[in-house]
């Protein structure tokens, strides 16, 4: 099954009519997550669809407004609207105080499991059976993250032809699909790869808003699927990007080049420039496969 992403909000620091600031929504396997929560984000996933209580997990990767001050209004819905199940938040430690004081009034009824980052050095946040979650360090203005979504090894899947022609039992079954040659009475050894079919490849996300340059996020990036990375500023900008701790829509593309990814989207747009075509042409010249977003964009990463 895919990952689908959707774009909640594009923009950066100011919402406009045509654009919210960032926040995403990643579906894994019918899982929400959801990965920044600007202003009106509430009202978005609304717009797409998404179940609210669908969702158990928000990365907020810091704390400019822009990538969290959604976040109140939804806590607070999510209770008005009957919430009982924990909701994970992975944010800034300093976001913690700021929560119990705005919540303080709101009898939130269901249980806020709280979890601080780590601004020095990536870590699994998240680790279940199928995916991990990994956040790093990003250059910013404040401490801020990057999300890593990385689908795990799918195991191989067994020929059901070799189960009809050797009739393979159960421990057999097992024993194979953990990687074990199959022995035949005669002595026989038939090796695993003519008796199984590979998994699907697994697929991943990652997420870099805000940063400036930064190379050492490569290795972190390697051949992901999908990455998204900010792209506030053209090239011509490039000193006011470095300055305010953005990017420019060519060094994103630098960025997804050096790290061999599938494909880079880009977003996080200042609203200086009347539209985005630039960034996208910008960008092209270095990563052919890179798409300016827009509000409601989607994309399905694997099958
Ligand atoms: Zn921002
Ligand atoms: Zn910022």
């Given at each position: 099954?895919?990952?689908?992403?959707?774009?909640?909000?594009?923009?950066?620091?100011?919402?406009?009519?045509?654009?919210?600031?960032?926040?995403?929504?990643?579906?894994?396997?019918?899982?929400?997550?959801?990965?920044?929560?600007?202003?009106?984000?509430?009202?978005?996933?609304?717009?797409?669809?998404?179940?609210?209580?669908?969702?158990?997990?928000?990365?907020?990767?810091h704390?400019?407004?822009?990538?969290?001050?959604?976040?109140?209004?939804?806590?607070?819905?999510?209770?008005?609207l009957?919430?009982?199940?924990?909701?994970?938040?992975?944010?800034?430690?300093?976001?913690?105080?700021?929560?119990?004081?705005?919540?303080?009034?709101?009898?939130?009824?269901?249980?806020?499991?709280?979890?601080?980052?780590?601004?020095?050095?990536?870590?699994?946040?998240?680790?279940?059976?199928?995916?991990?979650?990994?956040?790093?360090?990003?250059?910013?203005?404040?401490?801020?993250?990057?999300?890593?979504?990385?689908?795990?090894?799918?195991?191989?899947?067994?020929?059901?032809?070799?189960?009809?022609?050797?009739?393979?039992?159960?421990?057999e079954?097992?024993?194979?699909?953990?990687g074990?040659?199959?022995?035949?009475?005669?002595?026989?050894?038939?090796?695993?790869?003519e008796?199984?079919?590979?998994?699907?490849?697994?697929?991943?996300?990652?997420?870099?808003?805000?940063?400036?340059?930064?190379?050492?996020?490569?290795?972190?990036?390697k051949?992901?699927?999908?990455?998204?990375?900010?792209?506030?500023?053209?090239?011509?900008?490039?000193?006011?990007?470095?300055?305010?701790?953005?990017?420019?829509?060519?060094?994103?593309?630098?960025?997804?080049?050096?790290?061999?990814?599938?494909?880079?989207?880009?977003?996080?747009?200042?609203?200086?420039?009347?539209?985005?075509?630039?960034?996208?042409?910008?960008?092209?010249?270095?990563?052919?496969?890179?798409?300016?977003?827009?509000?409601?964009?989607?994309?399905?990463?694997?099958?």
């Amino acid at each position: 099954m895919a990952f689908t992403l959707t774009v909640l909000g594009s923009n950066s620091a100011i919402p406009t009519i045509k654009r919210f600031a960032s926040a995403h929504v990643l579906n894994i396997h019918e899982r929400f997550f959801l990965i920044d929560c600007s202003e009106g984000t509430q009202i978005r996933l609304r717009t797409e669809g998404v179940k609210f209580m669908h969702l158990n997990h928000v990365f907020i990767s810091h704390l400019h407004g822009d990538h969290f001050f959604g976040l109140f209004g939804l806590l607070s819905t999510f209770s008005l609207l009957g919430r009982k199940q924990a909701l994970n938040i992975y944010a800034d430690a300093r976001l913690k105080p700021m929560l119990d004081a705005v919540l303080y009034m709101h009898e939130i009824a269901y249980e806020i499991v709280f979890n601080p980052l780590n601004f020095k050095e990536p870590q699994v946040i998240l680790d279940s059976n199928t995916f991990s979650v990994t956040s790093f360090p990003l250059k910013h203005r404040l401490p801020c993250c990057g999300f890593l979504f990385k689908e795990k090894p799918k195991q191989v899947n067994i020929r059901k032809d070799a189960i009809v022609k050797y009739n393979l039992n159960v421990k057999e079954i097992v024993s194979i699909k953990n990687g074990s040659d199959l022995v035949l009475e005669s002595g026989e050894i038939i090796p695993n790869s003519e008796l199984t079919i590979p998994g699907q490849t697994p697929v991943s996300y990652a997420y870099c808003s805000d940063t400036q340059y930064l190379e050492s996020i490569i290795p972190i990036l390697k051949d992901v699927d999908l990455l998204y990375h900010e792209a506030t500023f053209t090239a011509k900008d490039e000193k006011l990007a470095k300055s305010t701790g953005h990017s420019t829509a060519e060094q994103a593309a630098k960025i997804a080049k050096a790290a061999n990814v599938g494909k880079l989207i880009i977003g996080h747009f200042s609203s200086r420039y009347k539209n985005n075509d630039g960034m996208e042409a910008e960008a092209r010249k270095v990563f052919e496969n890179t798409f300016a977003v827009k509000d409601g964009d989607k994309f399905v990463i694997g099958k």
